[in-house]
């Protein structure tokens, strides 16, 4: 006993140490201070132990007498910071970490844990340094690139990050959570293909993580892949029944698939399992608003269901952990389906606005707004959207916005909240004298539209990019308009002026909107004709006779309400063999057979066959949609809600268009742009006109020709609408200045 000596015994302790018997070496520890109370090396590693095994404040003071009898190693500085942390004291963690790693700069690990401090208390940029000079000092360890990346994923350059990912999986392929993150991170960017193979991969490597499930079940989605999509769903609850999430995202997938109850159902799951969701209690109130309707009667059913709902929902968010949990989940899902009911919605979206816009009052300080613009200086105008990409949206007004406002009078920025990114998102950019990018979060968007201080916010649509209706629900500028790109009331009292079209209003609109109604001239809008090279179709793809007319009604398949379908075997009982083309629903066959169950049933009521006289076509691109209706011989537009943009573009196909006026806006675009060309021969004033005027086209083919070349001869009127322009630019000064 006498030939021990304080390092032998030390030796003895960190032995049992290292081997995981932690209290027998904690008794070693001691049995060496017993004999030798200044042994330093067991002072650290005792402190060490004595906090890792949830001492702390033990562990910190014993780590403390061995720096003072050391004073200068890193390895004490960085057991101390280990202990400082396990108190929650992270800003003093900080402080030894850095000074262990100015000790050791060259050691990975000290690197690492500075990094890891660094990201609990939200420095990124530090953490990102950190974690990158980790990597310059052990270049070969995946962990290292992994958490790296997931640093530059929170701030960026996404380049980097992507980098970052990369390299990691390549040096360790199997690295689990680097797949499955790397997935999540291309998720965020809309790169589905892509977050499908790395999310694949993260199943493969855990197929007991329900969280890789889910999210590849989400990317499925996105891809059209639904049935997949179910399943992946159904994986994840099988192996943990009570993820809200999972539920959520599930249900949000079977209303897209036009199971309008099961989605319910599975809302009402995810809020069982957490109270607190959300995005699931909203969606449960949307989700009474189906997709497609199989009967007339059913819209009624399902008006008044969401009614109740929407009620439920606005009662709900008084309470206040209620109304917290609903901040963040306002317009995730929205009231995309109601203005497609057909009736009069103020009374619905007031509901709706007052309650979007009270839970996020409540939520963030009131913002700071621009002063008015002082005389000589440029109005800043905010345009806000989803859609700087090749959409409608970009089409009908973002493109015009950013390219032919007077720049003389206007900075136009520019707060692309989508996801996708195209050559029109560039041209975006470019076009714009400022288009902030990539902040990555609503509350993010929030603060960049505040910085930038816009004197007028305009949105081109609200109620569809959810992004947008969030921001929208919030008061961040003096002005804020939004335009016809969703033809329905916001019903949210941020939201001042509704620009829409004068040739598009009936008479006494004012009293459909929340907002007050600008009504500007023409079309209200300045759309540019798109030059197509047309391929000439053969007519025995539709399966026509050779002199049967060919009707083409194109519209997105929810346009069709059930109490229209009737024009449809009236219009062939009297042509004779004819046919109707159709457009199936891109995202869900079984949308597509709810239209085709009712386009048999109308069809058998009149004493025909629906087989003779439809044909459901596939979802194409735009050329093709283009030549289709150029192959047909007259187009029929759906009463209710008409063609906008399609009907601007089938002036392509020059031939004649049939419509019915509507009692809404949104009834009523095809009719403006027929009278702006001087085509009103085929505007119907009933629906029995509407059938007749479609049955004398489809008899006179000499009709029908002279109609194609008046419409060829003038549809140039419909665009490129300066005036416009002019008028828009003279509304936004006035607004901006205070004369609005």
Known sequence: MNDITPDSAFRQARARHEAGAIDEAAALYRGVLDRWPRHADSLHLLGLLEAERGAPETGLALIGEAMALAPGQAIHHNSRALALRALGRLEEAVVDYRAAVALRPDSGALHCNLASTLMELGHG???????????????????????????????????????????????????????????????????????????????????????????????????????????????????????????????????????????????????????????????????????????QEEVAIRRARYAQALAALAASAQDAEIAAALAPAVSATQPFFLPYQGEDDRQLQTLYGEFACRTLA??????????????????????????????????????????????????????????????????????????????????????????????????????????????????????????????????????????????????????????????????????????????????????????????????????????????????????????????????????????????????????????????ILPQMPQELFIATAAASDVILDTPGWSGGRSTLDLLGADRPIVTLQGAFMRGRHTAAILRRIGCEETIASSLDHYVEIAVRLGRNRVHRAALAARIAAEKRIAFEDMDYIRALEDFLEAAARGGH
């Open 362 to 615: 409540q939520a963030h300080p009131a913002a700071p707004l621009a002063p008015p613009p002082a005389e000589g200086e440029r109005i800043r105008v905010g345009i806000v959207s989803g859609f700087f990409c090749r959409h409608t949206v970009f089409r009908l007004f973002l493109e015009s916005w950013i390219e032919k406002l007077d720049r003389a009078r206007f900075e136009i920025i520019g707060f692309h909240t989508g996801k996708t990114e195209d050559a029109e998102t560039i041209r975006a950019a470019q076009a714009c004298d400022q288009f902030p990018r990539e902040p990555s979060t609503p509350e993010g968007w929030r603060e960049a539209i505040v910085a930038a201080a816009p004197h007028v916010l305009l949105y081109p649509e609200i109620g569809m990019d959810p992004v947008s209706g969030w921001l929208a629900a919030q008061r961040l500028a003096p002005v804020q308009c939004m335009a016809w790109g969703q033809p329905e009331t916001s019903g949210m009292p941020t939201i001042d002026h509704f620009l829409s079209s004068a040739l598009m209003e009936p008479e006494g609109a004012e009293h459909f909107y929340t907002e007050r109604l600008a009504l500007l001239p023409n079309l209200g809008l300045h759309y540019t004709a798109e030059t197509l090279a047309l391929q000439k179709l053969d007519r025995s793809l539709f399966d026509a006779e050779p002199h049967a007319p060919i009707f083409f009604s194109g519209q997105a398949l929810y346009k069709y309400l059930p109490c229209y379908d009737s024009v449809y075997p009236r219009i062939a009982a009297a042509v004779g063999p004819c046919k109707f083309l159709f457009i199936a629903f891109a995202k869900s066959e079984e949308v597509t057979s709810v239209f085709r169950a009712r386009m048999q049933r109308v069809f058998a009521d009149a004493g025909l066959s629906a087989e003779d006289h439809c044909v």
């Open 125 to 295: 940029a530090d953490a990102a340094q950190h974690y990158a000079e980790a990597a310059q000092c052990a270049p070969d360890q995946a962990v290292i690139w992994y958490n790296l990346a997931n640093a530059l994923a929170e701030i960026g350059p996404a380049a980097q990050a992507e980098a970052a990912f990369l390299r990691a999986i390549e040096l360790e392929p199997r690295l689990v959570e680097a797949q499955g993150n790397f997935g999540r991170w291309l998720m965020r960017r809309g790169r589905w293909s892509e977050a499908a193979a790395r999310l694949t991969i993260a199943v493969r490597l855990a197929p007991g993580d329900a969280n890789y499930w889910n999210n590849l079940a989400v990317v499925l989605q996105e891809l059209g892949r639904h049935a997949e999509a179910i399943v992946c769903y159904e994986s994840a609850l099988a192996l943990k029944p009570d993820l809200s999430d999972v539920h959520y995202n599930l249900g949000c997938l079977l209303h897209l698939e036009g199971r309008t109850d099961d989605a319910v159902a599975r809302h009402r799951a995810a809020i069982a399992a957490d109270p607190g969701h959300g995005r699931a209690r909203i969606a449960l109130c949307m989700a009474e608003l189906p997709i497609l309707y199989g009967t």
